[in-house]
């Protein structure tokens, strides 16, 4: 792996290969704009378990072995699986390795979660130390808001601000270099950045700073422009978030993505006639849009140059009732045709 110490760019020079990837999700992310893109969607929240708990770990443990499978492979062929979810301690992920035997190296990055493992399995793919590895990550609605908020019992009200966590799962498969599938390029590792919101249902104003350092940060380290990409995709800042990110690029970096931005949280589901407000969210929004629409737009070539950037919001139930406020992170990553 070459990189300079003065610069935050991880350069893959052996551009690892995205050579299976599998996406899974429930009934209203199906019935969204995406559903036809994705490989497996579930009428039941539960999936057949007994819990929304260990409904997200069959999930994520399916998403990945539909991603080894598409990949021609066995588990036995996968050396390491870096993966995380949004649930205390990881459990979803986690709890879904015991059953799958792969070495797993367990990741939190909220939201961002899916950028970091396809960073690390990027990074371990081309240093030579793993032959292929597992980039995955998940959430499900109903733990997420178990978790994080209030009971569905309850029946609270949710803010204009509010987004709705994906109940889904992507996974992708990374390989050692071949041609005519998803390279990973490049990456950059985003730094902690906190603007003092403290508002829990308004995700996108919390993370919508760190996304614009990271974008902002990657262009003038790489000595690129927005033209230079043909998207620029964050994941999930959703509406307010997305409005934010334009605002913050153009007043602090003098730049504008506003032509070839999309963000995950928005595609997902039809903001207009679902009721998710401003839009998805969760670790599995933007593992199960990459996992699916994006690789299949980059395997067909009909898109080249992608600059995929993570975003997650870093709170917990204790340092939301600690009144803290909400820090976010962003992870970013180019993946080509």
């Known amino acids: ?132 590895a597992i980039a995955a990550a998940s959430s499900h609605f109903c733990s ?27 996974a992708a498969v990374v390989s050692e270099h071949t041609e005519n599938t998803p390279h990973l390029k490049n990456a950059i590792i985003g730094r902690v950045r906190d603007l003092g919101i403290t508002d829990t249902n308004n995700m996108g104003a919390a993370m919508a700073p760190a996304a614009a350092e990271t974008i902002g940060d990657y262009l003038k380290q790489t000595d690129t422009s927005p033209a230079d990409y043909d998207l620029i995709l964050t994941g999930d800042l959703g509406l307010t978030g997305t409005n934010l990110l334009i605002k913050l690029l153009k007043d602090e970096y003098k730049t504008d993505i506003s032509e070839i931005h999309k963000d995950c949280g928005t595609m997902i589901f039809n903001t207009k006639t679902q009721d998710v407000h401003c839009g998805g969210s969760g670790c599995g929004c933007s593992a199960s849009v990459v996992c699916s629409l994006i690789f299949n737009q980059l395997k067909a070539k009909e898109l080249n140059k992608v600059l995929f950037v993570g975003t997650g919001a870093l709170l917990s139930p204790t340092s939301s009732l600690q009144k803290e406020s909400i820090p976010g992170i962003a992870h970013g990553i180019l993946i080509t045709s």
């Open 1 to 132: 792996m070459n990189q300079k110490n003065s610069c935050r760019i991880i350069n893959f020079d052996k551009l690892p290969s995205v050579i299976g990837y599998g996406a899974v999700v429930g009934k209203k992310e199906a019935e969204g704009p995406l559903g036809h893109c994705f490989d497996i969607a579930y009428s039941d929240e539960f999936f057949g378990e007994e819990t929304f708990e260990k409904a997200e770990t069959h999930l994520q443990k399916t998403a990945i072995e539909t991603a080894i499978k598409k990949a021609m492979l066995a588990k036995h062929d996968i050396d390491c699986a870096f993966s995380g979810d949004l649930l205390n301690q990881c459990i979803g992920s986690s709890f879904g390795m015991r059953e799958l035997r792969i070495p797993f190296a367990g990741l939190y990055g909220a939201c961002s979660t899916m950028a970091l493992s396809l960073i690390m399995a990027g990074a371990f793919t081309n240093s030579g130390y793993c032959k292929n």
């Open 144 to 170: 997420a808001e178990r978790q994080y908020r209030l009971p569905l019992e309850y029946g609270g009200q949710r803010t204009p601000a509010a987004q709705w966590t994906v109940t889904g799962a992507g």
